[in-house]
């Protein structure tokens, strides 16, 4: 398989469940972003890993809580949210961080929805 | 952080019928990409522009970047149904090219009627 996958591709989940949305890519790549894309709003950058390293966290609330155990896997932890926390969450990776020479490549996504 | 605004925010025309949309901002750009989404997946890199006045095609797709590197737009020629989709720039902060992250615009939903 090739490209950036996510698992699951829809999930609803209720305020007081834990859930973890799972990204994998098999590009070789050392950077790898999670972004929430909500209706009428630009896509919002949560967490960027590099080379396995957290080096941005974007004010994200705590009930957001990533994980990247190797540089081809990255998680998201989910645990208490709200019902504004329903979006598409987006994973995407890049050949380096900062650097966006050749772009971003992103997965299909995982909509979340919070009830 | 750069705001990359882009008009117009919905568009909807005739299969055949030609279109421009913009991406905006007041700052400068090292760099420009466009992104397309399909519904139900993610965006998909189109094309990076760099030098200011550059023009890039791509099939039925004109890309051009400002000559002060403050502004972009794609034209498409002759639209069809599968040109359908939700298009967004990305700016890339900082003075020199590769080596800021990407903000990215508001997008233009873009629906193309057989």
């Known amino acids: 398989e090739t490209g950036v996958t996510q698992t699951p591709r829809h999930l609803v989940m209720g305020m007081t469940n834990k859930k973890s949305l799972k990204c994998e890519q098999h590009?070789?790549?050392?950077?790898m972003y999670w972004y929430k894309q909500s209706a009428k709003k630009p896509l919002e950058l949560m967490f960027v890993?590099?080379?396995?390293?957290?080096?941005e966290n974007n004010s994200v609330p705590s009930r957001f809580s990533p994980e990247c155990p190797n540089s081809s896997h990255l998680f998201l932890h989910l645990h208490t949210l709200q019902p504004e926390d329903s979006a598409l969450y987006l994973c995407?990776?890049?050949?380096?961080?900062?650097?966006?020479?050749?772009?971003?490549?992103f997965g299909s996504g995982t909509r979340l929805t919070v009830v | 952080t750069q705001l990359l605004e882009q008009s117009p925010q919905f568009l909807s025309i005739q299969e055949g019928e030609n279109l421009t949309v913009y991406c905006n901002s007041s700052?400068?750009?090292?760099?420009l990409q466009w992104y397309r989404q399909e519904p139900g997946e993610g965006p998909v890199l189109l094309v990076t522009?760099?030098?200011?006045?550059e023009v890039k095609k791509l099939k039925r797709l004109t890309f051009q970047f400002g000559d002060a590197r403050k502004d972009s737009s794609l034209h498409i020629t002759a639209a069809q149904p599968g040109d359908t989709g939700l298009y967004l720039c990305?700016?890339?902060?900082?003075?020199?090219?590769?080596?800021?992250?990407?903000?990215f615009g508001t997008g233009t939903r873009l629906t193309i009627i057989p």
């Open positions: 995407a990776s890049s050949q380096e961080f900062p650097s966006a020479n050749y772009g971003y490549t």
């Open positions: 590009l070789g790549h050392n950077a």
């Open positions: 890993y590099s080379l396995e390293e957290r080096v």
């Open positions: 700052s400068v750009f090292s760099s």
């Open positions: 522009v760099v030098t200011g006045g």
């Open positions: 990305a700016g890339e902060e900082g003075p020199s090219f590769g080596n800021e992250k990407l903000t």
